[in-house]
Structures are given as C-alpha cells and as structure tokens.
C-alpha cells in the first residue's frame, strides 16, 4: 500500500502481514497529508489466497484539515507528533491519524470546540481518538491482479511446479 502526500511525497506502509487488529494494518514514517493512496493485497495466510484485491483512489481533500483538527484537540497533550495508520479489512481499506492519546496514561480531555466538524471519533479497538482520512472499498477478485506482485508469484509456482 502506497500514499502519495500532497507534497508528491510517498510512504510505503506495505510492511507485510500482521496481527493485533482484527485485520492487517501498517504504519510507519513521518509525512504530510495524503492526497492518493494505491496497492494490491491478498486476503489469507498462505497460497493459494482466499481473494486478491486491489485500489487507486484519491484521498478527500479534507484530510489535511482533519489532521490539523487532531493535532490540536486536546487540552493537555504534549505530543508533537501523530501517526497514520492503514488498516485493510478484505477490500475494504481505511486510513486513521491519531495523536495516540490513550486515557490511561495521558490527559485525554479535548479543548472546548477543538472539532466543529464532528470528524474526531474513536478507534476501531475504542482505545484512542482517531481522524478518519480515507475508508473505501477496493475491487476484488478470486485470482491475481494482472502486473502484481501476486500474478508474478503464481507464475513462478507454476514453473517450479512443472520442473
């Protein structure tokens, strides 16, 4: 999965699969507000994948703003810094940031008024506020992608398989 920042920026938050939310996410670097994000993924642990998916769409517009609005909602927060977070669910992909304010260790409380907009809501796991910059659906299908990472894969076991 790649995100192109507005400033033509790229960050890579294809880090391979992993676990700890109920679906593969990645994150990773420092960057401005993304403007596009693309990427091909494959659903399941082991070949052959339950279902290959793939997206090019543009990031709203408002996300810059959205982050702004993160970074100054709380009152008391010294954090100087946000994360971003891709978490893709089958085809469905969403794009978070967050100050990663967690209750139980830092002072949570928002400034009065700090989100006309109503866009600051919890995290998927309700463990900290989050923005959300992006959530849509890529398209899917049961075998590879034309030009992908996967189609290359399966032509390779194809070959070795016939050896």
Known sequence: MVITT???GKANFA???VSGY???HSSGGRMDAPAYIE???AKGWEYPFESYHRISAPIPDNAEAKMKTMDNYYQNLDRDYGS????VDGPRVRVFYSKSCVDMYDDCT???GADPNGWVVRSPKNQTDVVV???GKGESSSTPFPNTFFSDSEKRKKVSSSE
């Open 39 to 41: 990427g091909n993924w």
């Open 133 to 135: 910059l992006f959530d």
């Open 15 to 17: 880090m391979g699969a």
């Open 110 to 112: 928002p400034k009065q």
């Open 6 to 8: 507005l400033s033509g």
């Open 22 to 24: 109920p679906g593969a």
């Open 84 to 87: 971003m977070e891709v978490i």
